[in-house]
């Protein structure tokens, strides 16, 4: 999919520091909300500052958050280093303990979205009727092959990109959107001799 320029590309290295629990939520929670120090990133993940600030140095080792030099004092001021990170399932197959930690970190990834999307549910009859018609999900299916995937998910990707550039109106909320392609029977496994090589990758701005 179309990146934006920010867009970090997951190393090997970089994804197995990134599959921690604390890590992925802490990287997550700079998206969201912003630079903030470790004692204020330890208050809203109920941890101890001392474990934050450890994890917060292993993500910026491997480039994914970095210190604005803006604290105060001895207060580091943490800021996501880039707006999303990327990733080939392809490129980092050869690293074993790399291949492991993507598949740990793609469900955590799916765990979040469940326990997101779960919340919402809880609390969507509270929110003005017009927000409860345009939220929601859904599922198509299409029949392609592995080229015209990759087309249709830039082409998504690109829609997307003009939203993020629009400007907000007063009554806009941000919203989270998830996507998702896989195939319909994942099963049916196409002959290895199949050039199924992909061109982009899978991004999140997420965690």
Same mark, same amino acid.
């Given at each position: ?7 970090? &590309? ?8 990134? =599959? ?7 990287? !997550? ?22 474990? $934050? !600030? ?24 943490? &800021? ?12 980092? =197959? ?16 799916? &765990? ?49 990109? &003009? ?5 907000? $109106? ?8 998830? $996507? ?15 050039? $199924? ?11």
């Amino acid at each position: 999919m179309t990146a934006p320029q920010d867009d970090f &590309r997951l190393t090997p290295e970089a994804v197995k520091v990134l =599959a921690h629990p604390l890590r992925s939520r802490l990287l !997550s929670t700079l998206r969201r909300g912003g630079p903030a120090t470790a004692t204020t990133l330890a208050t809203e993940l109920n941890t101890n500052s001392g474990a $934050t !600030s450890y994890h917060l140095r292993k993500l910026e080792s491997v480039g994914l958050v970095a210190d604005t030099g803006e604290g105060a004092g001895k207060q580091r001021l943490w &800021r996501a280093a880039t707006s999303s990170h990327s990733w080939e399932r392809t490129e980092l =197959a050869h690293d074993e303990d790399a291949a492991t930690a993507l598949g740990w970190l793609e469900r955590d990834y799916l &765990r979040l979205f469940s326990t997101d999307f779960g919340h919402w549910l809880d609390v969507a009859d509270a929110w003005p009727d017009e927000w409860q018609d345009a939220a929601g999900m859904g599922d198509s299916w299409v029949t392609v092959n592995p080229a015209q995937l990759q087309a249709l998910r830039r082409e998504l990707d690109e829609v997307l990109e &003009r939203y993020r550039d629009a400007d907000p $109106t007063p009554d806009a909320r941000r919203v989270t959107l998830w $996507t998702a392609a896989y195939p319909l029977e994942p099963d049916d496994i196409p002959d290895l001799d199949t050039d $199924t090589s992909p061109e982009a990758g899978t991004r999140t701005d997420q965690p």
